[in-house]
Nanobody, 121 residues
């Protein structure tokens, strides 16, 4: 019923920047939280950044001061601006949304298919 589609991944040199976008579509009543997780080879999935419907944000310690999350409510889109990228940021990045499809129903979790980010010289 709800789809999350990511874009903006790619290859970048250390110290460079990338901008990831995620658009939600389908039967959306309201979006409580959207954000980004990442998973590197051989490692557990890690929460990167979240943003609530009122604009509150939460960042992993490893990305504070380098990444910025924002959302466009009119377009149901969340953006992750990644600056000062490091090789350890290399991972598959997954868009996440806690979304209600109708009133009085609990929100469900939705995930994008993932986009590869590679930081290498």
């Amino acid at each position: 019923q709800v789809q999350l589609v990511e874009s903006g991944g790619g290859l970048v040199q250390p110290g460079g920047s990338l901008r990831l976008s995620c658009a939600a579509s389908g039967s959306i009543f309201s979006i409580n939280v959207m954000g980004w997780y990442r998973q590197a080879p051989g490692k557990q999935r890690e929460r990167v950044a979240l943003i609530t419907s009122v604009g509150s944000t939460n960042y992993a310690d490893s990305v504070k001061g380098r990444f910025t999350i924002s959302r466009d409510n009119a377009k149901n889109t969340v953006v992750l601006q990644m600056n000062s990228l490091k090789p350890e940021d290399t991972a598959v990045y997954y868009c996440y949304g806690s979304i209600r499809t109708r009133r009085y129903a609990a929100a469900n979790d939705y995930w994008g298919q993932g986009t590869q980010v590679t930081v290498s010289s």
